[in-house]
Every structure is written in structure tokens, then in C-alpha cells.
């Protein structure tokens, strides 16, 4: 009995996993030139893309896997880490194979058992060689000046829209996938049906039109790249401006625009987050704190999240334009703290410790450098632990102009955990209120920084 037992046991575990391999398809990528050793299968899903599998080879032949009944949409083979270079595709339910080479990234990846992936690529490719057609002859609009010439090229680029147009109505009605459709037609961009004479006039155009082809409730757009990319594109490099503050005006009306298009808050929730980080990368404050205050904060409860809140103001409060934390020590045998300073115009705050080799060589160029600025503070806080503090302290004679503050416990110091400093030197520059004005790299920077100020650049 116990045999009979094992071997139906047996059976059982080999059917069931003869129909997990059954439900699963493949991916089948073959990359000529080969720069990586793994690839990474994603999926795209409104503002996010999450993971689906990975491949690992040591040829450039690699094969993910997805289970059969994934939802059908774009997906994206990441195949280098170190720059980022992907490769979009289309699932429709069947295993394919994809091959490109990587030293060609303008060839078009050839795909087998695939035709939707193929009519995709083609469509893009056909369209985007008339649009930078278009362009090319709308840019020597902008240029010309003789009547001849504009007429000229007047007529060259209304006979290009009208072809563009015919072609492009012939796809939208003979193409028989609907996901192919839709994808395209979001990604072709609207042309104003005349070239525009004033390059003022051009961009407010492209604005105005820029999402006519886009339904944020497509569900194939919602499950492809399209949307996100479609968004940053208007927010980020459809608004220039030369100063910090109506650069920053003009994303707030661009983000404006972009979320009265959503009502999908699921949606919406994961584009605002995805500005959100996207402004907290460059420690843009003012943007980052709009889209808490005026977008995250007012969505339903059920799409924020507390621990986002949070880390993002941990990571957020050293940004340039915070005020610094404050904190206290002990000099001489007096408690100071650094709000307590106020003889000074600039205050430098410099994480360091005495086992830091790069440290032992920057220190004594920024106290060469202040020795005569006597409207510079150097407070130097010595990340160090039991052992080290000893020889911290006989470094410390050294710099008689800096206040010394001992950080002991290093990386797990409250100081150091206060200004998210994991490595050393680290440094701070504040204005005399105690505002981080700046956040050099190394003390080069640092000098660079006060010798523009000094010099009035």
C-alpha cells in the first residue's frame, strides 16, 4: 500500500507540474552583443511597473517566463542595469522570441510568432520617420524669412501632413489589433495641420493638443508604459523656464492640466506619486510639499500611504532650502547648540571621522580655508565610536578654529541619523538662519561654492 501511495503521489506531483508548465509562456530573447547577464521582465501598469521574472545567461540567450493568463499589455525586457536599456514588447497570451542587437539601438528588434509585436514596431517606426519629417520642415519654417522659401516649404510640409493623415487613418481602420491600435495611436503625436510661422505660438500648440490621442481610461494604455512616459513628458520637458520660481509655477499648472485628464484615483494616486519622487530625486522642496499638500493629502484614504509620508520626509529634511536640525554639545564645558550661533553669516557643518583616510586630507584644507573668514562657522561633528574617540580627540587639536562635536556611535548618532549622513566626510553649508544652502560633494565643491558667492557669479 505505502508504494502504490508514493507512486500515485508521484503522479500527482508530475501532472501538477506538467500543467504549471502548461500555464506558463515564454519570452524568448536573443540579444547580438550582448553588454549584460541578466534580464528582467516587468510588467506596466498605470504609473508603475512591477516584477514579473528574470533570466540569467552568460551568451545573450535568455528566456522569461510569465504565467499564461498575465493580462495582455506591454511589457518591458530590462537587459542593462548600469544604463537602463530596455526593450518594450507585447503579450497576447502566445510564447515569441525577440533578438536585437545592442551596439544598433536605432535597428528594430525582430520578433517571431509575434505579429502584433512586428505591425507595432513597424507602425512606430513608419510614423516617427514622418513626424521627423514634419519637424525637420517645421523648424525651417521657424528659420526662413524670403516668401519664396516659406511658400515653399509651406507646400512641402501640407503635402506631408496630408499623406501622414491618409496613412495614419489607413492604420487606425484596416489594423486588427486593438492593443497594437491603441498604442500607436496614443503614441503619434497631434500636428497642427500648417506649419506654425512664430516658434511663441509652436509649444502653447503642442500643449493644447498634446493628450488629444490619449484615454487615460484605455485599459491597453493602462497596462503599457505609454501613460507615465506620456505624463513626465508634459510636466518635465514641455515647461522651461530660467528661474527656479516660475519654472516651478509652470509645473504646478502643468500638473494641473494632468490631473483633471485622470478620474481613475487608483491612477491618479500612482502618477502623483510618481512626481513626487521623481521631484524628491532632485530635492525640489517646493514641488514635492505642493503635490503632499494639494494632490497626495486629498486622495481617499485607501490610497495613501503613511509610511511613504514619512520616509519622504526623512529622506526631504536635509534638502536644500530645509532648515537644518538643531542640536547641542558640550565646548569647553559649556552647552551650546547650533541655533544658539548667531555671530556668524555662513555656518559650514562637516560630518567626519579620524580612521576616514579622505577625511584626514580634506579637513586640513577646509581649516586652512575659514583660518581667515571671519564670518564662516565650522562645526565638525567626528563620527566615531568607543575605540576611535581617543584619537578623534587628538586629531581635534588640530583645528582649533572649528567647534568640535563627538558623534559617537557613528552612523546610529542621533545627529548623524537627523541629517541622513552614511558616509564621511559629509557636508552641510547653512545661511545664517540656519537655512542648508548648499550640499558640496567634497571640499573643492565647497570652495567653488564660496568662491562664487565671494565674487558675486
Not at 516584477?51 to 545567461?57: E, G, Q, R, T, V
Not at 579622505?358 to 567626528?382: F, R, T
Not at 560633494?441 to 558675486?456: N, V
Request: charged share 25%; net charge negative; proline share 3%.
Amino acid at each position: 500500500m505505502r508504494k502504490i501511495f508514493l507512486f500515485s503521489f508521484l503522479l500527482s506531483y508530475l501532472f501538477s507540474l506538467a500543467q504549471n508548465t502548461e500555464a506558463l509562456d515564454t519570452i524568448h530573447l536573443s540579444i547580438k552583443s550582448p553588454n549584460t547577464k541578466r534580464v528582467i521582465l516587468y510588467s506596466a501598469e498605470g504609473a508603475t511597473q512591477k516584477y514579473i521574472s528574470y533570466s540569467d545567461a552568460e551568451d545573450g540567450i535568455f528566456d522569461l517566463v510569465l504565467p499564461h493568463d498575465s493580462h495582455h499589455g506591454m511589457y518591458r525586457l530590462l537587459y542593462n542595469q548600469k544604463t537602463m536599456d530596455y526593450v518594450d514588447c507585447l503579450y497576447t497570451g502566445n510564447s515569441f522570441s525577440i533578438s536585437f542587437d545592442s551596439n544598433k539601438p536605432l535597428e528594430l528588434p525582430v520578433f517571431d510568432k509575434s505579429e502584433d509585436n512586428q505591425n507595432y514596431y513597424k507602425a512606430l517606426d513608419r510614423f516617427g520617420v514622418v513626424q521627423a519629417h514634419l519637424d525637420s520642415l517645421q523648424v525651417a519654417y521657424f528659420k526662413v524669412q524670403d516668401s519664396l522659401h516659406i511658400a515653399k516649404i509651406k507646400a512641402q510640409y501640407t503635402d506631408a501632413f496630408n499623406q501622414f493623415k491618409q496613412d495614419f487613418e489607413t492604420f487606425t481602420q484596416t489594423e486588427a489589433s486593438d492593443l497594437v491600435k491603441d498604442l500607436v495611436i496614443a503614441n503619434v503625436r497631434v500636428q497642427p495641420q500648417v506649419p506654425i510661422k512664430d516658434p511663441v505660438a509652436y509649444l502653447p500648440y503642442i500643449k493644447a493638443h498634446y493628450f488629444d490621442r490619449v484615454d487615460f481610461n484605455n485599459t491597453n494604455l493602462i497596462f503599457s508604459s505609454i501613460l507615465i512616459d506620456k505624463v513626465m513628458d508634459y510636466v518635465f520637458y514641455l515647461t522651461v523656464a530660467r528661474d527656479e520660481t516660475t519654472q516651478n509655477n509652470l509645473y504646478k499648472k502643468s500638473i494641473s492640466d494632468v490631473m483633471q485628464k485622470i478620474d481613475n484615483q487608483e491612477l491618479k494616486s500612482g502618477f502623483i506619486k510618481a512626481l513626487i519622487q521623481s521631484y524628491a530625486k532632485d530635492e525640489n522642496i517646493v514641488m514635492t510639499d505642493f503635490l503632499l499638500e494639494s494632490y497626495y493629502n486629498k486622495l481617499p484614504k485607501a490610497y495613501q500611504n503613511d509610511k511613504f509620508v514619512l520616509g519622504l520626509q526623512q529622506d526631504l529634511k536635509t534638502a536644500v532650502g530645509r532648515m537644518a536640525e538643531d542640536f547641542s554639545w558640550k565646548e569647553n564645558g559649556k552647552a551650546k547648540s547650533l541655533y544658539q550661533l548667531n555671530d556668524y553669516t555662513y555656518y559650514i557643518l562637516v560630518f567626519w571621522s579620524s580612521s576616514c583616510p579622505h577625511c584626514l586630507k580634506e579637513i586640513p584644507k577646509l581649516h586652512e580655508y575659514i583660518k581667515e573668514k571671519k564670518d564662516y562657522k565650522v562645526i565638525a561633528v567626528g563620527m566615531e565610536t568607543e575605540e576611535s574617540k581617543e584619537k578623534w580627540k587628538a586629531e581635534t587639536y588640530y583645528y582649533p578654529e572649528f567647534s568640535h562635536v563627538l558623534g559617537l556611535g557613528k552612523w546610529e548618532n542621533p545627529i548623524a541619523r537627523h541629517y541622513n549622513v552614511y558616509a564621511t566626510p559629509t557636508y552641510f553649508i547653512l545661511n545664517a538662519n540656519k537655512k542648508i544652502i548648499s550640499k558640496p560633494y567634497e571640499f573643492i565643491d565647497l570652495k567653488e561654492f564660496f568662491d562664487k558667492k565671494e565674487t558675486g557669479e
